[in-house]
């Protein structure tokens, strides 16, 4: 038996999210679907770095999957790109690893970028790719009420009700946002976020960018601990999971 | 009367090309339908820069409409946005004109760019939006030999055989390929084009680049003035009508 590490970008437009689900179509799913084209009816379980959700993409989700045939990396590699070439996912990297390898525990940081198109006129190339903001934004003002949120906190009011995490305590490593020329993109990055930790944090960055929230309601918000005193939750449209980094 | 100036982005996937015809829809037919919603019914006729082909994109296509109505240039923006909203279209900018200014006529230089996305794994979001070439390119190569069709030069070799054009005879501003990360651009800058010209040097730049053809082939190509000499026509996915500039 073998394990490979995939690299993994997605549009996550079609999908349900990365995790296999009844009601509709998820990354996971699709992934798993060639791993059976391929082998001829073997039933292969590919597992995540993350779980994202619906509508959320990706540019670097890392997976593995065991293997019992005796296959190449690149032989992996064409093999599942082949089967999924319906589908917006290619697999842009494959690497034999150890069997210690796990995509999920062995994850050490994890790293989003998360889009805004800032900007007057609406979407067209960037519809379902990033979250239309039409006021300027003060990224700026943003970065400075974000660094308010580096380190460890109780996130509670920047987690969704159903996040199943057993602590709303994460640290987060950084935070930082930027502009390019029409967007602006936050950067975060630490080594597990809660469910919708990132949108939430959107959410409200892009209220301080507003000029409608200084940096001190978003520090009273952490304080609170309380999901009700949170600004805004953003969509998913703009989410990319990144990178994974690993224990070495 | 008041004539206005628009500037449009759009995803060229699902249409025809700009210009209306019988068999599909248009971004041009797109835009006057939504001046027919906002007038309740008037014939408004949407004159444009360039006539872009199928699945062929734009950053900033240009064209010009007349107005009976008053109405402010910010007022039709946002008249026209809300009536393409279901279209993957965005009229960037709206700016009030002289009516001596005509979108087609007063265009004294076109910008557009060809991207390549230059990698073994196949595309996800880049489906459409880009060229997949696997072998790596030598963009310097590529840019070294697109230089032998700068000037004036008949390009009949580089031009479609349906090319309404009265004269192959064209020059060409400037043409610079570079590499940004696994996306290969190249640059095309002239008063005007062929039909299929900037695909038609795309497709034999690329021969270039993968060491197929020599410098001093594309450069018998030109001279030969034989459209079956041609190396190669690149699809429409890769190419966007980026700028325009006009006489002043």
Chains 1, 2 share one sequence.
């Not at 073998?2 to 995790?19: A, H, N, S």
């Not at 906190?153 to 994460?170: G, L, Y």
């Not at 976020?193 to 001190?216: C, D, P, Y």
Request: charged share 25%; with cysteine; aromatic share 8%.
């Amino acid at each position: 038996m073998q394990r490979f590490k995939l690299t993994i970008e997605y549009d996550g437009r079609p999908y349900v999210g990365w995790q296999r689900q009844e009601n509709g179509p998820s990354v996971q799913a699709a992934i798993e679907e060639a791993c059976r084209a391929f082998t001829h009816g073997e039933d292969i379980r590919v597992m995540g770095s993350g779980r994202t959700d619906a509508g959320v993409h990706a540019l670097g989700q890392v997976a593995h999957l065991d293997l019992e045939r005796d296959m190449t990396a690149d032989g992996l590699q064409g093999a599942l790109n082949h089967h999924l070439r319906r589908e917006p996912i290619s697999i842009v990297a494959v690497e034999a690893v150890s069997e210690e390898f796990n995509a999920r525990f062995s994850a050490v940081k994890r790293h989003y970028i998360y889009k805004i198109l800032n900007r007057r006129a609406p979407a067209s190339f960037q519809k379902g790719l990033m979250w239309h903001v039409k006021p300027l934004l003060d990224h700026e003002a943003m970065h400075e009420a974000a660094q308010l949120l580096i380190g460890q906190h109780d996130f509670t009011t920047f987690r969704h009700v159903r996040c199943q995490a057993k602590s709303p305590v994460k640290t987060m490593d950084y935070l930082s946002i930027e502009r390019v020329g029409e967007e602006v993109h936050i950067h975060a990055g630490a080594r597990s976020f809660l469910h919708h930790q990132i949108r939430s944090i959107t959410g409200t960055l892009k209220m301080v960018g507003e000029g409608n929230w200084s940096a001190s309601d978003v520090k009273a918000a952490l304080d609170a601990r309380d999901r009700s005193r949170l600004g805004l939750n953003a969509p998913p449209d703009g989410l990319y999971f990144r990178k994974v980094e690993f224990e070495t």
